[in-house]
């Protein structure tokens, strides 16, 4: 089965055409001021302009309020949302409903616990996105983005039932590995595709959407 590929984070229009060109399924813009990959809307809506339809445009956000996602929306067509911090099932719904897109909700990994959460979320969320739980020892972690991997072993029994999509410390290194173990066929990358936190590497997202189109899933 083909694997697809969600490049997250992407702040410039460098990034933006480099993930267009060598074919990326989702982009993703982070709305979560505190991140080094935050854009306003104003950036994220000339970015988004660029981006041809059958790639779909992900908003991040972080426990948002009404005020910023209507401002992003506002001025952002986005296709989805990802909601990335503790956001509860009763809020992800209101989310789907109140703004009629669908939602990827993130549930972040560190045990075979963590998968608990899947039967709060499965038929709520438009998808589910795996990313590593930031570890409390971690000085400035952001929820997410931290370009950590977790086991991906815990994925491959998993009962899942809406689509998934697997996050965290990908790149064009470990992609095939991380697909093979975790059975994904969509796979999300930020930290992996970058120079630095918030300066995309267009070479390297080229090297890593190639990577992910040489998998035999
Ligand atoms: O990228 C961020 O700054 C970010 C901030 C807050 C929540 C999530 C964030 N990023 C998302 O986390 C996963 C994993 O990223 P990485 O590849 O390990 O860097 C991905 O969905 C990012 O978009």
């Known amino acids: 089965m083909p694997v697809h590929a969600k490049i997250c984070g992407l702040s410039d229009s460098a990034g933006v055409d480099a993930a267009i060109l060598h074919g990326a399924a989702f982009v993703g813009f982070v709305f979560y001021p505190p991140s080094p990959r935050n854009v306003s809307p104003f ?110 072993e815990l994925l491959a029994g998993a009962n899942v039932s809406s689509p998934w999509m697997l996050a965290g410390g990908l790149n064009s290194t470990n992609i095939a590995e991380a697909v093979r173990i975790s059975g994904a066929t969509l796979v999300d990358t930020s930290s992996g595709v970058e120079f630095e936190p918030g300066r995309k590497n267009p070479a390297a997202i080229e090297t890593f959407l190639a990577a992910v189109a040489a998998i035999d899933a």
């Open 43 to 152: 950036v994220a809506a000339t970015l988004a302009a660029k981006v041809p339809p059958h790639i779909k445009k992900v908003g991040l956000f972080v426990d948002p309020d009404e005020k910023l996602i209507r401002s992003v929306l506002t001025n952002v067509p986005l296709d989805w949302i990802q909601l990335h911090g503790s956001e509860s099932p009763e809020r992800v719904r209101e989310i789907k409903e109140t703004y009629s897109l669908p939602v990827i909700k993130a549930i972040k990994v560190d045990s075979a616990s963590s998968l608990d959460e899947i039967a709060r979320y499965d038929e709520i969320a438009d998808m589910l996105l795996f990313d590593a739980k930031e570890p409390k020892s971690m000085e400035n972690a952001l929820p997410g983005g931290n370009g950590l991997a977790f086991d991906w």
